[in-house]
């Protein structure tokens, strides 16, 4: 239903900008009077106009031309605008602090007024001047509502807590507002993920995300099937159009093709599910790591006896299995010059630093000894069962023992050659450090890691092809590196460093990774 609505939004919309270019209500004329443009007004940068033309839609250099009609706006007291639509979780706080940061570093001040419940707004002012330079506007609601509000233009920038579907990829792309699957237009903001969370007195400590999806989809009901006491489990989840939930049913239903149960409880916001799964001793609740209040959060283990736990470093890496990209979708139009100086703000590491405030997990690179990886190279021992497995274990200790992990790994779609989302971003953002020179004179190695599953020999090749594949990607983004100031090789170990137990499609996700390793 909601799909058809933003259909029906994306064709009124384009509708609308096609009947509107008959008004031509401003004219565009070069300075000596030789050329001249008149069309519709769609909107200014503080630098460029952009207009819609006979010709097309056309964005022109203010500099150079002088503008007459009752559109044109002011030159000197342009006012940069921004509306920002979506996401709860990523709209609530950390968008607003992210914001105040830039204003504070960059002489604004940030003065925020309530429009009403679900609309805020900041008044960007010159410190010393007091002139207002830019508002910037958030309607914060859910993912569903922020991508309808960009298709009915009603948003410049989407907030969203899971990746674009392939219906809004298509209608964003015939609205004109370019294909919002690069990595350009599809941003890592920050990370989240969604933590299985219980009553701090409920005597289950851990969770497989097969038992999970039973829960989930109603065919697991009683706490007695975990270890727990015999009382029925009570599912509470956020609101079905929210990031985190249909991010949950991305994550754990689909692949196990099971359905929603219809007894969840929902809420409205992240603060009020763990507050009511805190109060229920015998409830269940899929929650964001940002927000888990006093409830306790469950480890995601298997038969196996690995387990993993929601931290920052395990969701950083994204080892822990039920990590959530926080994105920002930036359509193919050019936002104002204050609004671009903020999204480039978002990846410095001053703003990775007011992100980890926040309460979520940033993307800035981190190196992990060996020493502070015990759990992981004890899971490797534990797993090998024959001379061959131990010799290459060996081989891994060698190569590795004096060497540092970096969190930045890299992830594949499953059943597919291309990376997720994540480790798409993460191309881009060990690319960009290259071409700073962070890791001039050192030794970078892609290290590929497989599953379990078949022929010992074939999985070693397939790991390093996977390495090969991800080392390329970054150099090609690395445009301007010097790659000779740095050694950059692959290697693979297969199967010999398990993250996760190989008995589920999950498990096997997890384990098929590529690594970064620095000395």
Request: glycine share 8%; aromatic share 6%.
């Amino acid at each position: 239903m909601h799909i058809l609505r933003a259909a029906i939004i994306a064709a009124l919309f384009f509708f609308g900008s096609v009947c509107a270019a008959f008004a031509q209500d401003i004219t565009l004329r070069s300075r000596d009077g030789s050329i001249e443009l008149t069309g519709t007004f769609l909107g200014f940068d503080g630098e460029f106009y952009r207009i819609d033309t006979k010709f097309g839609e056309l964005t022109v250099d203010s500099s150079g031309v002088l503008c007459d009609g009752p559109s044109c706006p002011s030159l000197t007291d342009y006012v940069a605008r921004l509306t920002v639509s979506g996401s709860a979780t990523m709209g609530t706080v950390l968008m607003p602090a992210l914001l105040e940061s830039f204003a504070l570093r960059n002489g604004l001040n940030a003065k925020r007024e309530t429009l009403d419940d679900r609309r805020f707004a900041y008044i960007l002012s010159d410190l010393r001047s007091k002139k207002v330079v830019g508002i910037f506007t958030f309607r914060v609601t859910n993912t569903d509502e922020g991508f309808a509000d960009l298709l009915a233009g009603e948003a410049d920038l989407v907030m969203s807590l899971r990746e674009i579907r392939p219906a809004e990829v298509t209608l964003a792309r015939e609205a004109g507002l370019g294909n919002l699957e690069t990595p350009n237009r599809a941003r890592v903001l920050a990370l989240d993920a969604l933590v299985p969370i219980v009553a701090a007195n409920n005597p289950v400590t851990k969770i497989s995300l097969s038992d999970l999806s039973r829960i989930l989809s109603g065919k697991l009901t009683n706490w007695r099937e975990l270890g727990g006491p015999d009382a029925p489990v009570s599912v509470h989840l956020r609101d079905a159009r929210s990031g985190l939930s249909q991010g949950l049913e991305d994550r754990v239903l689909t692949p196990a093709n099971a359905t929603l149960t219809p007894n969840a409880l929902h809420h409205d916001s992240n603060a009020k599910l763990a507050s009511a799964v805190a109060r229920d001793p015998f409830s269940l609740g899929i929650a964001s790591f940002s927000d888990i209040g006093n409830a306790k959060p469950l480890l995601i283990g298997g038969d196996c006896g690995f387990s993993l736990r929601a931290a920052r470093r395990s969701i950083k890496t994204e080892d822990f299995p039920l990590t959530t990209p926080m994105f920002l979708y930036v359509p193919a139009r050019r936002l104002p010059a204050l609004a671009r100086e903020f999204l480039t703000f978002t990846r410095t590491p001053p703003a990775q630093i007011v992100i980890r405030r926040a309460g979520f997990v940033d993307q800035a690179p981190e190196e992990v000894p060996v020493d502070l990886q015990g759990n992981r190279f004890a899971n490797a021992v534990l797993v090998t069962e024959d001379d061959a497995a131990l010799a290459e274990l060996k081989r891994m200790t060698r190569s590795l023992s004096a060497m540092r992990r970096l969190t930045t790994s890299f992830r594949f779609e499953t059943g597919s050659t291309r990376l997720d989302a994540q480790s798409r971003s993460n191309v881009q953002q060990l690319a960009r450090s290259l071409e700073a020179g962070i890791y001039d004179g050192r030794k970078l190695v892609f290290v590929g890691f497989s599953d379990g599953v078949g022929p010992a020999a074939g999985n070693l090749k397939i790991a390093r092809k996977r390495a090969e594949t991800v080392r390329r990607a970054v150099e090609q983004a690395a445009e301007t590196a010097d790659l000779d100031q740095i050694e950059v090789i692959t290697d693979a170990f297969g199967e010999a460093m398990p993250m996760a137990c190989d008995e589920t499609s999950w498990g096997r996700q997890v384990n098929r990774r590529v690594e970064v390793w620095l000395r």
